[in-house]
């Protein structure tokens, strides 16, 4: 495992599609990593609830963050993710979890919720381990 305050620290200073969309990450752990964002009106849809895209991102940052915890670096192969309710709110917070890993692959798991613990959406994601990162 990587040290999870570097880890943190990396993500929430120096990716820079997180830093543009307000989302950071909040804890990290092996295997698992938290993250939230503050909706505003930069975050939303038509509609006025928090944006698919940002809600993917979310998640992806939050599976990918927790892959990454395990030692090597990974970029998301493929993703799988269902809206289940509107983000609303002020706040909305992601999960994501490695469920397995082999050699050269992670399969991990995030949810979002809403300020009220709601399930806004689920995602899996396969993430594949690069070469020459490991340790990174």
Known sequence: MVDAE????RVNRQEGFALHNGI???????GYCACQVELGADKF???GFAHGGLLFAMCDTAAGT???SLGRGVVTRSADIHFLRPGTGRIITAEGRVADHGRTHAY???????ER?????CASYEM???EGEENV
């Open 6 to 9: 570097w880890l943190k620290n």
């Open 24 to 30: 950071t990450v909040t804890r990290v752990a092996e």
């Open 45 to 47: 849809n038509p509609h």
């Open 66 to 68: 927790a892959a990454t």
């Open 108 to 114: 991990c798991t995030a949810e979002a919720r809403n």
């Open 117 to 121: 613990g709601e399930l806004v959406c």
């Open 128 to 130: 594949v381990f690069l």
